[in-house]
Each structure stands twice: as C-alpha cells, then as structure tokens.
C-alpha cells in the first residue's frame, strides 16, 4: 500500500512562477489528506494528475493566506464536477465563516456534505480515526493559533512492521515542546523560511531556519526530514538543503511535484 | 500611448492546465484596470511581466468565485510586497466583507489604502474619471447581480482622432439593452461560454453562445469583437472562432497571455 506525500506547494507567504504556497497531499494507504491549500492548489494537482475527488480530508494548520486562499476555489471546482462524497475539513472555527460567506455571495449550493472539525489549537488530540489512518494535530508556535499533524499508520497486516508516520509542521518558530508530538516520525516535514544567518528574523517572524528545522529533526529521532515553506528570496535551494544535512544528513528538499515515498 | 488589453483568464468556472478564470488587464493610456481577478490571477500577472503593484483600479463584475477568488490573494501578495499607494475596487458591495474577514482572521492590517466603491447593478453609471480615461459600469443579464464596464479614452492630444475604447462584458446572457453602452466601442469583450448547438444550456445558465456575442457585436457596430469565458468542454477553440465569424468577421479569440491593441 502507498504512504507517500507529494508536495503541492514550497514557497511560503508569496507564489512565484516555479513555487506555490503550501498544501500537501498525503496519500496514507489510499486515504488522501490535503493538508494546507493555498492559492493555486486545485490546479497543482491537477498538474499532478490527482484525482481529487478522492480526497475526503482536508486539514488547515492556520488561517494565514498563503495556508488556505485556495480552499473556496477547490471545493467550487468539486461541485461544479459533480461531486456527492462527504467533505471534512478540519480547522480553526472562522474558516467556516469564511467559506460560507462567499458560497453565499455565489447563490452556491454545494451538492455535497461539508463538515467542519475545528481545531483546538492549545492541545493534542486525535482528530481523525479510521481502520487504516489515525490523524493528530498539536500546538505549534506561531503569530496566529496553529496546529501541527501527524498521520499515523495503523494497517493489521503491518503489525510486524515498522508503521509509517508523517509530521506537518508548518508555520512555527523552533520549539522543543512538539518533540513528544512528532518522536520517530517517518518523516517530518517541518518549515525552515530562513537560512541560519536570518535566525533574526526568523525569530521575530516566527518562522523557522535550516539550522533550527534540523536541529529539532536531530532531536526527534525521526528518519528523515523534509524542509520547506521558503522565503522568495531563495532563488537556489543548494545551500538551504547543505545547511540543514549539516546538522542532520536525511534531510530532502520539499519541490513543487514531487512525491516522496515515506518508510 | 499604449491602449490594450492583456487577457489573463479565459476559462468560465473551472480553471484548466492551459485557461485561467476571468481576469481582463487594461492599459488605458498607461493608467491599468484589473477587470475581475480569478484564482491565478496574481501568477498570470507575474507570467505576463505586469508590474502589479502599478494596478490602482480593480473591477469586479459580480461575484461568482471564477470572477474574484483570486482577490484576496493579490491583495495580500500587494502588502507583502511593500505597497503604500491607494488601492480602488469597485464590486458589489458585499465583497468589502469577505475581504475583510479574512484580513481580520490572518491578522493582516495591510500597509495601502483601500477603497472600495460599491456599484449598482441597476443602473448605468460612471464609476471612475480622471484626466485620460472615464470608466462606466452597466447592468448585464445574470443568475447574481452584474455589471459590464466600458472604459473610454478622454485625452486632449487625441482630440482629431477617433478615440479609443474597451467593453468588458461578462457574465450575461443575451440582451440588446447593453447596445447602447457599448455601441461602436473599439473592442468589445462578450463572453461566449458555448457554441450555438449548446444555446439552451446557454440560456438556462445565463450565459451566451458564439453566435450571440457575434450578433451582439454586429448590432452594436462596434469595430472588433474578443470572445472568451469558455466551457471547459472546448479544448480546440477554432471551431467558436468560425461560428463567430461566421456573423462577425472581426472577431479574435482571448487566450491567456494574449495582448490585444486596441484602435
């Protein structure tokens, strides 16, 4: 069964023409999550060939733009396709306004189910749960609340097999409290904006380096680590990518398109 | 002095691989006018080499998502970028709340000025004027309140020559009250969601077909025609041109990235 993550968007706050804003896509054996979806979300997986009526889940970290301006057009774009499948988002109360404001404005009907989880974004829950896939957010540290995931495997047959694991972290400053949260994980995505000679503003943005996205992976013990969420002046990632190996050598680059396989 | 237009979208509802939503980029003698702003919008303007932050006026014709969803976003992007001058939009006045709520839920107090000038779909109206270009807003025929704009060239130097000016006309079905408003424009924007076989589906929607828009442009004696606001079903578009010049010789396609002189 595919555990894999592709990667829908890089960049943080502002799209350029090689790099959306952030949304994941988290196929955990044949359940897809959407995680995050910014501007241009729709067609990034369309240009990935995902078939994306088959996403049942979509989780939302926080309500800055650049994590979801790309919700309302997609689930337009579901109705007007024709969809009847349930819907769940998960995310802080507002979103709900937000959404239903414009549906609306629009005289929108939708034809399908749509169901808002809100996040409690001060503590660690389950939020998700079914026979293959167990989903859990956490507090992450930020301007506005957020809330990490982590996507366990929970499959009968790989009972004497290492269950695989995906880590969201995104957007938040370096802190060591979601250690406990993304322990071991397969894979841990986890923002890193800045290289280390920014950890000023980093800081003060609260936002994440290489250095510190590392640093936290190291602590973790997780297997392999994934940075992403770059500022647009990065042009050329090379050195983002050497300085956080520096500190821990399983670290990818997150790239518009590509699908990591994970465990 | 430039006077043109810089089709950004010209796909109806569901953007596509190849066609964004509406969203029309006029340089009326070097002043530019965002008409509509789909999802994308902000990347087609990157795309086209549009030096956005020279945008001080944008239009909306109503608000179905495929006509603004993308609003937000380019303000948004707009802040980050540094932006300190005034920002005018003009829409129905319901979009001054969506903009704002989701302002206030990302924190964002944004850096500019920004206007909005609620427009009345009932009546025909100049909406903006200053010393080169005089724009009007009038009603169209559609499922939500909508407004069409024709944008007319007043500068003193062209006062031997025929002046030059641009129509803007989606959504709507077909209706001879608009000829007056657009009545011997230079080019005149109608949209054409389908071909003529597809008429009733036209109608029930409230949209036009080719053959509409070219009779429209014919009666109206306007001197060229650009069709757009295409179904998704229509992958090759020569067949909508021929049915358009069928009635309308002067009829030219909009496809994105296409810059059109106008006069």
Redesign the interface.
Known sequence: MTFSVTVLGSSS?????VRNPSAHLLNADERLFLIDCA??T??AL??NRIHFQRIRNIMISH???DHF??L??LL??LH??GRKDEMHIYA?P??E??IN??LE????TLLYPLYFHPLNPDVHEVIFEDNRVIAESFPLLH??PTCGFVFREKLKYRRYLQKRSYAYCSDTAYTESIIPYVKETSLLYHEATFMDKMAKAAAEKMHSTTVEAATLAMKAGVRQLMIGHYSARYDDLAPLLEEAQAIFPQTILAEDGKTIPIG
């Open positions: 706050a502002i799209p350029t023409l501007e241009g729709q067609l369309r240009r309500l800055h733009g301006y790309g309302i057009g337009t774009s007007l396709l802080h507002m979103l306004s937000i404001i414009q404005v629009s005289k929108t301007s506005v």
